[in-house]
């Protein structure tokens, strides 16, 4: 409705209320920032591996216990995933979250900050401090979320969803990938994940054609973040360091094959369970299709990446002689020179055809 058609004393109110609206979008999309690739391992800056300790597999498992008992996800509105949720973690494993915001719990940020900051301090920051993911899979409220891409603006009467529309309605794009990781999850370990599967992820439209779509979406975003060439020393920091950024998208791509295969097995009927790196490759390669048994042999420059960084942070942990900071960056800037990612687009459009 136009304001100025409304009776005059009535103006102040909706105002305000535009204005609460517009605040808690803006809030949402500072807290909500929605990790499009998960189940990452991390690269570090350079200092970050030669003055600290690489952080202890038990400890990481000690971190996710302590999540664990925060009451959102004694609440059921918010588990594990990823590898730590199968155990299958190691030192450069990310803790993820999948969280469903609800009214009583709609940002579980600052509890795990909280987490966190209790272990740096334990370990008198002696360790690399894990990171904690928190991918936002839906919510109870459009006013807890901002109308962003993956959020529809579907009508819905109060502005609360209802129980069968609301993750239809929000976050679909990550909604349905995690049916298929929360799913394989709970099937074998059952809850709390089998409660959050029911809440929050039972009415995932987990169509053929949307998941087609969205996987196309999703080479192409990669494809177009390495045609910018990211990892030219012009992008890099003042200091000639990798930024943030840098090193959060060679995370992603590292990952890239893996979350490629979980999402075409999904989209197949082919899901794994368990769906940890090594089911996932197993599972995709009984496919028969010419374009899986390319896309394989496109992954491998990526499947080497892993062990060839190992090397590399063992070379800058050497008593005495530590690698030099400027061939840390070069060695790992090095890695991601020329994998394949025009030549997967293309084997992808092929599968997106067939």
Known sequence: MILRQLPRRWRPAVQWLRL???LAAKVARSNQAVRLYIFMARFFPYDEIVTRMLTPVK???WLAGQIENLPPFVE???VLCGSVSWGGHCWRSDIDVAHFSTISYPHVEQ???EVIQQYANR???QCIVPRVDVIPIGAESLTLVNNDKGVSSSRVSGGILGKRDRVSDVFVET?????DHIGSIANLRGDPWQTFLERHLSSVDGSRRGRREETKRYVGRMTRAWAQQPLHQLD??????FTPEQLDLISKSENYPVNLMRRILGDLGRYPCPDQASDVREAFSTLEE????????QFEPFFALDEQYEGIVAACKRPGTPLPEADYFEQVRSLFVDLPFVEIQNNIREYVGS
Do not use: E, H
């Not at 890099?236 to 360091?241: A, F």
């Open 175 to 179: 909604a349905v990938r995690f049916a």
């Open 236 to 241: 890099g920091g003042p200091d000639g360091r």
């Open 111 to 113: 509890p795990i900050r």
């Open 59 to 61: 400890d990481i498992q």
């Open 290 to 297: 010419p374009w899986s048994k390319t896309l394989l042999a």
């Open 76 to 78: 059921g509105n918010a």
């Open 20 to 22: 609460r609206s517009y």
């Open 123 to 125: 370990t008198c920051n």
